[in-house]
């Protein structure tokens, strides 16, 4: 017998754990100050906790070498393979079909049957075309919940800017994303897709080539469509000898069993190389007793069996502990790095890593140095890991992920430069973090460790998850960490989960969930003496009271945090809400309330260099002293605010200043006043190209001109409003148009003019289903008694 000389890879394993994972002082019981929108927590509680133990482990990964930052490595696709076979055919096919844009391909075929090697030569031979990005990304179609179109295109519009907030209406998001391509172009793969569902919303514009890879054919308008087969027998025994060239007398044997599949013929190949001294004729016969302990290799024999027998054969050659850090490697979701798979599959010197590079059972991308597990090979590792070995792998990972994420809180919490390069550090784990985050939530009831690492994962992740996950991900994070925080009666913890899920329930516009949420977090913070989470609690209650048109409420809460403001001595703050309060009391009617508080404003406005704000509160004071009926106070307010206003570049309320001061100096009447302003408003607004504000000031001065009794000025101005709302095709303008010259006319006691005025009003108030219609009917009869 050929003596058998197996190279075997030698593993040293020396990992001391102690006796837990996990100390008490972990990252867990942390708090950020930028974990949400108007949380100002003090740095100084996070890092006196930061300063407490920690364990070794933490201590030792929380900056690994091998951490990418620089955001170089996202959505980069692999070089093309080393010994690229065959498929020139394919390939020409291709060219000749895809000559219109938009360009779209499809490849479609059995898992290891070469598709996503593929994309690579495909997308050089177009890269003159479409020169610029190239993108390529693992839809994850064999995952039990793949991601959505919605969370692919958060992806990449935070590959092209990281720190972009992100609507959570999904229309809008849509929009966000075509933006963000329209702006770059290049090639975008969509590796392993589930289906139409998740490809068809991310069909890029024509400036991008779409390459999309699946099991099943995916079929779209305009697309090319290839059934990618397995190689034909003379490209196999070409590939095969090209990995392992001593294998050829053994060759048509060995690749029967492989049926054609590259994933197969490059793992036998490797294989053999590897154990190049063994003869072919006994390498041959190993392989076909693989194949037939898995039953393979009768007449039904298929496609997977040929993949089956060479992972079997392959595995059964792996040393014990290589082949322990094999299984182990199943807990990642996605690729990973060396220091992550040395740490979670207790690796210490990456040896049985380099090992399964060699063997080929594992993908190593040297354009982003990171590694990942093919498909079939996850699918077939699975049964071999055991439930004890799975449970302690996936119970690193979560510790491993648990400081990549503080690490990248650190950046973002430096800002700048920093705060990107935490975003991209995120980003790059997203799918590892995940699956940390998902072991932390499933244990924690029963493994306080796990509850650790649950609270921690959100305390420092709130920032980065509220910008890159899903809504309904986010709350199920939020949700996760309040009970673990409960669990483990971390009582600040558990008051910033409270408001984060408040938070987070207010973003998606769910009213009663997040003012039950934020009531509780209200009063646990009040029980606490938390002044901090009081604040933020009651400026989300505002905000969910806003979104709900409910003023009343919203400027309660409003004082009940002025009052909070006050008794901190913040007089810029508290200028601040009073301003605030100021517009919310006009906005609710509480004209009465927001001349008051707009005067206490006023007192306060010396501190104050924010000029837009000062404007604010001129305008609202102005509007509320409209109201009350003293016509010249309203006017002084609103002529200072305008005065300001012109002063301070980019002022978004000027135009608003300009109809209000002509209606105050109506009212008070100053005609020439109204007169004045009006005109000077209707050249600035014209400058500006506003003509929807343009038609609001004709229709203004055609009402002050007619109150002056000047019936030929006024039809001038009423007559260019209604040219310019047909020219813009503003029903809405016309009609106001209409209806202000036909009450005008009644006034002036030419009733036959105002009720054919009127009656065209009417009409179009009517079409759009106006509520004011039965008002101008009302009128339009009393005119017609009279």
Request: contains cysteine; hydrophobic residues 40%.
């Amino acid at each position: 017998m050929t003596t058998i000389i197996i190279v075997i890879i030698a593993v040293v394993v020396l990992v001391v754990l102690g006796s837990k994972i996990f100390s008490s002082g972990s990252s867990g019981s942390s708090r950020q100050s930028e974990m949400a929108p108007g949380t100002n927590e003090p740095s100084s509680k996070k890092e006196k906790k930061e300063k407490a133990a920690k364990s070794p482990v933490e201590k030792s990964l929380k900056f690994s070498s091998d951490m990418d930052v620089s955001g170089a490595a996202l959505f980069r696709p692999p070089p093309e393979a080393t010994l690229f076979t065959g498929r020139k055919e394919i390939l020409k096919e291709i060219a000749s079909k895809a000559t219109t844009r938009p360009i779209m391909i499809g490849i479609s075929g059995f898992s290891g049957v070469g598709k996503t090697c593929l994309t690579i030569p495909l997308s050089t031979m177009f890269a003159s075309q479409y020169p610029g990005a190239r993108l390529f990304i693992d839809m994850q179609e064999n995952h039990p919940a793949p991601p959505s179109a919605e969370d692919i295109m958060r992806r990449i519009i935070l590959k092209f800017h990281p720190t972009q907030p992100l609507p959570t209406d999904e229309k809008k998001l849509t929009k966000l994303y075509r933006v963000a391509l329209k702006k770059h172009k290049g090639i975008l793969i969509l590796d392993n897709a589930s289906g139409i569902q998740q490809v068809n919303p991310l069909i890029p514009p024509s400036s991008w080539l779409l390459i999309v890879t699946s099991t099943k054919p995916i079929i779209m308008p305009k697309m090319v469509a290839i059934a990618l087969q397995p190689m034909e027998i003379l490209e196999a025994h070409t590939l095969l000898t090209r990995w392992a060239p001593e294998i050829s007398p053994a060759i048509k044997e060995i690749s029967l069993i492989c049926q054609g599949i590259p994933l197969a013929l490059e793992i036998t190949g490797k294989l053999f190389a590897i154990n190049s001294t063994m003869a072919p004729d006994y390498f041959a016969k190993k392989f076909k007793e693989a194949q037939e302990s898995i039953g393979g290799g009768g007449e039904t024999s298929n496609l997977i069996d040929g993949v089956r027998a060479t992972l079997t054969l392959s595995y059964n050659m792996l040393p014990e502990k290589t082949a322990q850090v094999f299984r182990k490697l199943y807990v990642f979701p996605e690729s990973f790095t060396a220091s992550a798979a040395s740490f979670i599959c207790e690796d210490p010197k990456g040896l049985s890593l380099t090992g399964l590079e060699k063997f080929g059972l594992i993908q190593h991308n040297v354009n982003t140095n990171r590694f990942s597990l093919h498909p079939q090979i996850r699918k077939f590792i699975k049964p071999l890991l055991k439930s004890a070995d799975r449970a302690m792998a996936e119970k690193r990972l979560a510790t491993e992920f648990m400081n990549v994420l503080e690490t990248a809180y650190h950046h973002i919490k430096k800002g700048g430069k920093d705060a990107v390069k935490g975003f991209r550090l995120f980003d790059l784990e997203l799918e590892n973090i995940k699956a940390g985050m998902e072991w932390g939530r499933k244990h924690c009831a029963q493994d306080k460790d796990a509850a650790r690492v649950c609270s921690a994962y959100v305390e420092n992740g709130a920032t980065m998850i509220g910008q890159r996950l899903s809504p309904a991900e986010c709350i199920q994070w939020f949700e996760a960490a309040l009970s673990a925080a409960k669990l483990l009666e971390d009582k600040e913890a558990e008051g910033q989960h409270l408001l984060n899920l408040g938070q987070q329930y207010v973003l998606l516009n769910r009213s009663q969930e997040a003012m039950d949420t934020l009531q509780r977090a209200l009063a646990f913070c009040k029980k606490e003496g938390d002044i901090e989470g009081q604040r933020t609690a009651l400026q989300q209650l505002v905000l969910i009271c806003l979104k709900n048109n409910n003023y009343s409420f919203a400027t309660e809460h409003m004082e009940e945090d002025l009052e909070l403001v006050r008794a901190s001595g913040d007089e810029e703050e508290e200028f601040k809400l009073l301003v605030q309060l100021t517009k919310f009391c006009t906005q609710n009617k509480e004209y009465n309330k927001a001349v008051h508080t707009g005067e206490k404003a006023i007192e306060l406005a010396t501190i104050n260099d924010d000029k837009p704000l000062e404007i604010t509160l001129l305008l609202s004071l102005g509007k509320g002293y409209a109201e009350i009926g003293e016509a010249k106070k309203a006017l002084e307010k609103l002529e200072m605010g305008l005065e300001l206003s012109e002063r301070t570049k980019g002022s978004p309320l000027q135009l608003e200043l300009i109809t209000q001061v002509g209606n105050a100096a109506l009212k008070a009447g100053d005609i020439p006043g109204a007169l004045k302003h009006l005109v000077k408003g209707l050249e600035t607004v014209r400058k500006a190209n506003n003509p929807s504000t343009e038609g609001s000031l004709l229709i203004q001065l055609g009402e002050v001109h007619m109150h002056n009794q000047d019936e030929d000025q006024a039809t001038k101005y009423l007559e260019e409003a209604q040219g310019l709302s047909q020219k813009i095709k503003d029903r809405l303008m016309e009609g106001r148009t209409l209806w202000v010259w036909s009450q005008a006319l009644g006034k002036a006691g030419n009733l036959a003019g105002a009720v054919s005025r009127g009656q065209e009003a009417l009409k179009i108030y009517e079409e759009l289903k106006k509520i004011e219609a039965k008002d101008i009917r009302t009128q339009i009869e009393n005119w017609s008694k009279d």
